[in-house]
Every structure is written in C-alpha cells, then in structure tokens.
C-alpha cells in the first residue's frame, strides 16, 4: 500500500523514454518521416556536377534535412532560429552570410566571408564568376577550392577571390557553407558582403554558424561554449582548455554519466512494473555504481577554479616603499619598460599594470605607489589606490631592498594591511620580494624575524639582471595552489553553468544514496535519478530552453 501511494505522488514525473531531448517548443507536433522527405525535396539544392554528399551522418534531429532558418533580409533572432527548426520553418531558405575573420585591425593578407543555408551555392553563383575561358556556369566541388572573381549587382568585378565549397553535410554547420576568401582589406570585405546580402543571403546573427552547428547535430552545447572560450583565450593553457572541451573530453564525460543514471532507472523502472518477475535490486551495487558517478562529476567540479583562473587570470599587487624597486621589479618581470624608474623616491604615483603568463595562467602585475606618509597631494592620491589595489589583489608582493634591510617602515606597512583587513578568513596570500641582492647581502634583524611569518614564501631578486624572477614565479603558483599543466595532454574546464548543472546532478546523487540506505520506496530513487539525467540533459543541450540558448550564443562574435 505505501509504494502504490507514493507512486501516485510521484505519476506527474515523466517516464524514462521522454528523458531524451524535449522539443523546445511543446506545442509543435514530431516531424514525421514523410514530412521530412516532402521537405528535403523542396530545400535541397542540386546543381549540375554538384557532388553534395549525402547526409549520411545523423544529426540532432536524425530525420530532418537542413531546414528552413526564417531568412529573407531582416536579422532574426535565436528565439526565432530554433522556433523556426522545430517547426519546420516556411517560405524561402534562410542562407547567412557574414565577414569572418577581424575588422578594423588593419589592413590584412586575406579576409573571408562566409556563408551558411540551403541557398549558400546559389547565392555564391550569382556573385562569384569562375576565372576559365569557358562561360560555364559555376558547378561546387566539395572541398575544392577554385579562383575567380567577385562582382557586384551590375556584373562589374568587386574583388579577385578563391571560393571553398564545403556541401552539407561535410561541414561546421551541417549545412551547405561556401566561403570566398578575400583580399583583406575591410573595404573589400565589406564589398563582397554586401553583393551576397543583395544576392539573397541576410547577414548572420552573433554566433548564428555555431548555433546551426549545435542545432543540427555537429557539437553538443559544451563544445559549443568552448568555440567561444577558444576564441577569447588569453593563454596557451586557456587555448588548450577550450580545445579540449571542443574535442568533446568534457561531452564525453556528461554523455557516458547521463547514459548510466537512464540505465540504472530503466532497471528500477522495471522492478517497481514487474516485481514477480524481475529479480531484486542489489542495494549495495546500487550504491557503489552511484559513488563512482559521483566521483567523477567531483573531478569535474574541481576543475572551475582552474577554469576561473584561465578567463580572468590572477592580479597581483606589488607593494612597498619607495624607492626598493617596485618598478625595477615589474619591468623585469614584464620584460618591457611599462613603469618610469628613476632615482627619486615617489616617482610612481598611479598604479601601472602589466600583463605577463605564469605557467599559462594570464596574470596582471599592478605596480603601485610606495606606500608611505606624505603631504604631497598627487603622492597621497597614488598611496590611496595602492592601498585599494593591494586590498583588491588576489595576491600581494611586498617588496623590500637588500640594503637597507627591515626598517621601521617595513613594520608600519605590514601593521597597515593587518588592520585593512576585514577578517582573519580574508587574508591576502603575501609573498616578500627582497630585492637589490646585487647591491648588499640581506641581514635579517629581529624585527624582521618577528614579521616574518605573514609571508607564505621569501624570494631574493635582482631586477637590474632578472635574478630570481623564476623563484618568484614558482613562489606564486604554490602559495595560490595551482597545479602544473599537464605535460601529456590538454585539460578540459567547467564554466559557471556547467558548475551549477554539475552541482545539481552532485545533489541528487546525495540525495539517492540517502534513500537507498534509508530504504526508502524505490519511487523515491527513480526521482533523484530522473533529477541527475535532467541536469546532465542541460549541460550537453539535450534539454535546454530558448532564454539560456539566447544568453549563450548572443555572447559569441558575428562570424562563428
């Protein structure tokens, strides 16, 4: 009696099978297969001597051909794209177009436009005209790249260009995309984009290639996500986190998880429908399988830190008096002359930042004013934002010199940040840099013995020959706790939405074992286990809405 009770509290839960990617809009009814061949047959394009692969490779929607995107001239939004794909879209082909690669950086070697839809071939054979001496019509090669000439509406030649044909389903979107690699100059980019925009293409909504891409099958939203972080990184190691997650290390992880909670609530499905004849559950398999997916979403949560500090990077502050090389110190650390060094103390009065990369985590280096006290108006604004940047910093460095070892003033600064603190939990990690080695050996005094200990690590530096700069460097990444990159291989990272999904799953794994030693009605089981596939369904995209769609891909540049 108590289980069929609680079966009926649990009935609006949906059953396994519909665990599988929802359609984004309810209301739009399955694409039948009939309905799909009737709509193949009026959006494929064949030309003569087109060798347009057949779409062998299954997409999101196996059934489904490239499909109509709501072209036609005006931009459309994501909302729209996806509303369109469910339901089959209507009128003509939506074929997009944009310039790929930067503007505004200069004049460049070569610039490329690309474009992506049912209509790319037809819309690049109105624009494009083949350089031969024969007056064929132009017939794509899949994967061939041909030379020719760009012409405007009146026929007059805009451009020299090679065009890449790259047919569906052999390409980034699955879709046809045509690219016609350009001179780089923006004008002639710009030209060239405007005579496919009149040709019948409308310009591409930010990130609309990848979002195509995501829609038809080519990457799950993960590896989506990557393709922006890939394009933004600022460090190696940021570059190959992202390549990683595009090369499906963190998808695969997510689909085999995913796969194993629908495995294991198909089986409890099955108990709780044929109890007679299924034999019992093992409680105890139960809990050693749910321990070892919890292990690896643990692994993976671990990974945000690092990933937080791929895409923001570190900012470390460099503190002291005047005069102890401060500046010296960042323009070696920099190798650049970004700070003025001059004899005279106080000649920093603003803070100066500096960018270099430790062990592939992009840093920022803020050389500030020496802290000291001064009736010098100018002098006094610089001390008040050292003092903001070194209370802002994720770490600080106090440098002193050599020479003139620990003073009183090493005391008054350090007495200074103790009491800037808020709290004991939020102490800044501080490293002391004990510069000018080549001018005097350091002598450690009493005083210094006494403050010592509020540094986690002691380096020695000459920042005249760069000595010691590499001691510093190791001295931040252990007293930040970073671990060294892998030497094998790239390492895939969580974002903050991963993380929350990531979380929720961690959750509901809790909350299982919980009920499987409480023993607790099996019902009870299947909606923890229901509740992990879910969360894991909306980090590949197999369950996702068009508000989060939206916010993802309006992040991306127009282009990818």
Same mark, same amino acid.
Request: aromatic share 4%; with cysteine.
């Given at each position: ?6 079966? /009926?509290?649990?009935?609006? =839960?949906? #059953? @396994?099978?519909?665990?599988? !990617? *929802?359609?984004?809009? +309810? ?19 064949? /030309?003569?001597?087109?060798? =347009?692969? #057949? @779409?062998?490779?299954?997409? !999101? *929607?196996?059934?489904? +051909? ?26 003509? #082909? ?91 100059n923006d004008l002639c980019l710009r030209r060239v984009l405007r005579a496919c925009l009149e040709a019948g293409a409308r310009l591409a909504d930010p990130g609309e290639f990848t979002l195509r891409a995501f829609l038809n099958g080519r990457l799950d939203l993960a ?59 093992d409680p105890m398999t139960l809990l050693s399988k749910i321990n070892s997916m919890r292990q690896e979403v643990q692994d993976a949560l671990d990974t945000a830190n690092y990933d937080k500090l791929l895409q923001s990077g570190l900012q470390i502050a460099i503190i ?241």
């Amino acid at each position: 009696m108590a289980r069929a009770l609680s079966r /009926l509290l649990f009935l609006w =839960r949906p #059953p @396994p099978h519909l665990l599988r !990617r *929802r359609p984004l809009n +309810p209301s739009t009814k399955p694409l039948t297969a009939t309905r799909a061949k009737a709509l193949a047959s009026g959006h494929s394009l064949i /030309l003569p001597g087109d060798d =347009r692969s #057949p @779409p062998s490779i299954p997409s !999101r *929607r196996a059934v489904q +051909p490239p499909l109509d995107y709501g072209g036609g001239g005006s931009p459309g939004t994501i909302a729209a794209i996806v509303t369109s794909l469910e339901s089959g879209g209507g009128g003509s #082909p939506g074929t997009i177009a944009a310039i790929v690669t930067s503007l505004g950086g200069g004049p460049a070697a070569v610039g490329i436009v690309r474009l992506s839809g049912t209509d790319a071939v037809a819309v690049v054979g109105r624009v494009f005209r083949p350089a031969r001496k024969e007056p064929e019509p132009w017939k794509p090669r899949s994967h061939f790249v041909e030379y020719g000439f760009a012409l405007d509406g009146d026929g007059s030649v805009i451009d020299e260009v090679l065009v890449v044909p790259m047919l569906a389903p052999r390409s980034y979107t699955r879709e046809d995309v045509v690219e016609l690699q350009c001179h780089g100059n923006d004008l002639c980019l710009r030209r060239v984009l405007r005579a496919c925009l009149e040709a019948g293409a409308r310009l591409a909504d930010p990130g609309e290639f990848t979002l195509r891409a995501f829609l038809n099958g080519r990457l799950d939203l993960a590896q989506a996500e990557n393709v922006s972080r890939l394009i933004s990184a600022k460090s190696a190691a940021a570059a190959d986190s992202a390549l990683a997650g595009i090369q499906g290390g963190f998808s695969t992880l997510v689909k085999s998880l995913r796969s194993r909670c629908i495995e294991l609530l198909t089986e409890i499905e099955a108990c709780l429908d044929f109890e007679d004849e299924m034999p019992p559950l093992d409680p105890m398999t139960l809990l050693s399988k749910i321990n070892s997916m919890r292990q690896e979403v643990q692994d993976a949560l671990d990974t945000a830190n690092y990933d937080k500090l791929l895409q923001s990077g570190l900012q470390i502050a460099i503190i002291g008096h005047p005069n102890v090389g401060k500046s010296s110190l960042l323009n070696a650390w920099s190798k650049s002359e970004r700070a003025i060094v001059t004899e005279i103390a106080g000649t920093t009065r603003d803070v100066v930042e500096a960018n270099v990369t430790i062990h592939g985590i992009p840093v920022t280096l803020l050389d500030t004013a020496g802290i000291r006290e001064t009736d010098d108006i100018v002098e006094k604004i610089g001390v008040e934002r050292s003092e903001a940047a070194a209370l802002g910093a994720d770490m600080v460095i106090m440098t002193i010199s050599a020479v003139d070892g620990w003073t009183e003033d090493g005391t008054k600064l350090i007495e200074h940040v103790m009491i800037d603190k808020k709290s004991p939990g939020t102490a800044i990690p501080m490293v002391l840099v004990i510069n000018k080695v080549d001018c005097s050996p350091f002598v450690a005094g009493e005083q210094f013995e006494k403050f010592s200990g509020f540094f986690r690590k002691h380096v020695h530096t000459c920042a005249v020959t760069g000595k010691g700069i590499s001691e510093l460097e190791r001295a931040v990444i252990e007293v930040r706790g970073l671990e060294p990159i892998p030497s094998g291989g790239r390492r895939w990272t969580v974002n903050q939405r991963q993380l929350e999904q990531l979380t929720r799953t961690q959750e509901a794994f809790t909350r299982l074992e919980s009920s499987i030693s409480e023993q607790l009605p099996l019902d009870f089981w299947t909606i923890d286990l229901r509740e992990a596939a879910l969360a894991l369904a909306t980090i590949s995209g197999e369950d996702i809405s068009e508000e989060v769609l939206s916010n993802i891909f309006s992040k991306f540049c127009i282009g990818k």
